[in-house]
């Protein structure tokens, strides 16, 4: 199919990815891709060589630029502002950094029911100040193109993992220990989170944001009974809250298969879905109620194309005709894949999408 060029009433509230979020028909499938923006491109990695990631998310400006690079380069449907899950803790008292080669590090970490009531719960205009600013310069640029912006945070299990182990984790025992030791001030820290999530969302979506999306990467180190018991709870809270903004909330989380009715339960208007269980497969366990975005590997962006096609078809096959499919990864864009291989895949999952019966 012919790609529609952007007409001069264009709005990205009626864009594909916003009518998908709300599982009404499109002409085609829209697709964007988490970490779109990253170091996989060159304009990118030059970019950042100049200031730290910290200063980077805090410089409106800088933000905005690498959040567009994604839309030029790949022709995405939609950016996704240039901040990190991990944004809001700084103002929160925790002193991260961004180790090159080691991810995120933060050199307090909460490991008291005493550091949790210590915690302040700062409104956005205080924690996420460039990034409110990256959506505003954002939305000017995309807005007469009729291509939504995607706002985002974390999710507060995510982020109470990365709060009380200092960083990323294989297991998450250190976090887990401290909710199964604590509940009650696990209960605590949850509900400073969701304060401090909700206020970051929703000023989001008053800068711009068309679409917000919850990142839960790690809610898969819990099983069905304590995601029930030690995340649902907040998790319900925080988009019920966000729910009031009046756009489309997507809820991604990873590892979470087993269990994605709870996930979906939570709330929000879309289902973020690993690779790890097909589309055909949640659709069929979920019926019509939610949306559903993913799911292609990540590493096949790796692969050669006879591979990536495959994978992206399947996809696309197992999303089936309904209403309601955003293309995405399972996870974010790897920091090795070839740019001309993510140009291809947008590419070529626009034109395949459009076309009837296939
Ligand atoms: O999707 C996008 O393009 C928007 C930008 C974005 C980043 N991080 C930029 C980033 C988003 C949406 C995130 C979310 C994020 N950050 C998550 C949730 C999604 C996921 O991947 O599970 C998590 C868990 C983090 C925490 C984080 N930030 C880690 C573990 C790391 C280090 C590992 C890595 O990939 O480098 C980061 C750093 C980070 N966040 C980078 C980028 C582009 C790399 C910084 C650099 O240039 O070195």
């Known amino acids: 199919m012919t790609e529609t060029l952007t007409s001069p009433t264009a709005v990205a509230a009626d864009s594909l990815l916003v009518r998908a979020c709300r599982r009404e028909p499109t002409e085609r499938t829209p697709i964007w891709l988490m970490r779109q923006a990253g170091r996989y491109m060159p304009e990118y990695r030059l970019l950042r060589s100049r200031q730290t990631m910290l200063e980077a998310i805090g410089d409106p400006a800088t933000a905005a630029e690498i959040t567009l690079q994604p839309v030029e380069r790949i022709g995405v449907d939609a950016a996704i502002v240039f901040s990190d899950i991990l944004a809001p ?12 080669g080691a991810g995120p590090r933060i050199s307090n970490p909460i490991r008291t029911a005493a550091a949790v009531d210590r915690l302040p719960t700062p409104p956005a205009e205080d924690t996420i100040a460039g990034t409110i600013g990256a959506i505003r310069l954002v939305k000017q640029a995309l807005e007469p193109r009729g291509i939504p912006v995607i706002g985002f945070s974390g999710a507060p299990f995510t982020l109470a993992c990365y709060a009380i182990e200092g960083g990323g984790s294989q297991r998450y025992e250190v976090a887990k220990e ?10 605590r820290l949850m509900r400073r989170l969701v304060t401090v999530l909700t206020d970051c969302l929703l ?11 919850v990142f839960d990467s790690w809610a898969g180190a819990l099983g069905p009974g304590d995601y029930a018991r030690y ?6 809270v925080l988009f019920a809250a966000v ?13 979470s298969g087993s269990y994605f009715e709870e996930v979906a339960a939570c709330g929000g208007d879309v289902l973020g879905v690993d690779w790890r269980t097909p589309l055909d497969v949640v659709r069929g366990r979920l019926g019509d109620r939610i949306a559903v975005m993913g799911n292609l590997d990540p590493v096949t962006l790796l692969a050669p194309w006879r591979e990536l096609k495959a994978h992206a078809d399947d996809v696309l096959h ?10 995405n990864l399972g996870h974010g864009v790897l920091p090795t894949t070839p740019v001309d291989n993510v140009r291809r895949l947008v590419d070529y999952v626009k034109e395949t999408s459009g076309r009837p019966g296939e």
């Open 178 to 187: 401290f909710m199964y030791r604590e509940p009650a001030a696990w209960s």
């Open 89 to 100: 803790l700084p103002g929160m008292g925790l002193d991260l950094d961004f180790v090159a």
């Open 318 to 327: 197992r999303a089936g005709d309904a209403p309601g499919h955003v293309f």
């Open 243 to 255: 729910a009031s903004a009046g756009v489309p909330v997507i809820n991604f989380s990873t590892g």
């Open 203 to 213: 000023a989001q979506a008053r800068a711009g944001a068309d679409i917000l999306q």
């Open 231 to 236: 995340v649902r709870p907040y998790n319900t």
